[in-house]
């Protein structure tokens, strides 16, 4: 990513740039990202943005090597891919719709989003939904609502 990628709070990739080569690709920023790419500006105002100590450009090999070396660490397989499913599976607990959820990720369908949320592992979620499916939510006991508190 370099600076011509940034505008205001959006990033855009030329199609020949992105995944798919024949849309651009666009990233919504919020605050937060857009201050952090402020910094990286400030920093590196020609070429890339994001560099490693050495002052080279991150690559996804790079990145990847990156990773492995905390893997080792922490015990347990990280990689790149993993935010992007977390990702998914956030936003999807936090009741983002499919169709802008499958937008802010880049893909023309919401089929990939199955792809990437895991919210089979999430019980507690599940529960919840279990519950607002049968009409239920906001209800902390287990009988629903009586008539008169609905009109009352």
């Keep these: 990513m370099t600076a ?3 505008h205001d709070d959006l990033v855009i ?8 080569e024949t849309d651009a690709r666009v990233i919504y920023l919020i605050p937060e990202a857009k201050a952090l790419l402020k910094k990286q500006l400030q920093q590196n ?40 499913h977390s990702f998914a599976t956030n936003a999807l607990i936090r009741a983002v719709d499919t169709v802008s959820l499958s937008h802010l990720m880049g893909h023309k369908s919401t089929r990939m989003i199955n792809n ?37």
Aim: with cysteine; hydrophobic share 35%; aromatic share 8%.
């Design 4 to 6: 011509n990628h940034i």
């Design 13 to 20: 990739f030329a199609p020949d740039e992105s995944k798919g």
């Design 45 to 84: 105002p020609e070429g890339a943005l994001f560099r490693n100590s050495r002052g080279l450009a991150w690559t996804k090999d790079a990145i990847k090597c990156r990773l492995t070396r905390i893997s080792t660490k922490v015990g347990f397989r990280v990689i790149a891919y993993g935010a992007r």
């Design 116 to 152: 990437y949320a895991h919210l089979s592992h999430n019980l507690d979620f599940l529960k919840q939904q279990a519950r607002n499916a049968a009409g239920l939510s906001g209800v902390s006991s287990g009988s629903p609502p009586s008539a008169s508190a609905e009109t009352g």
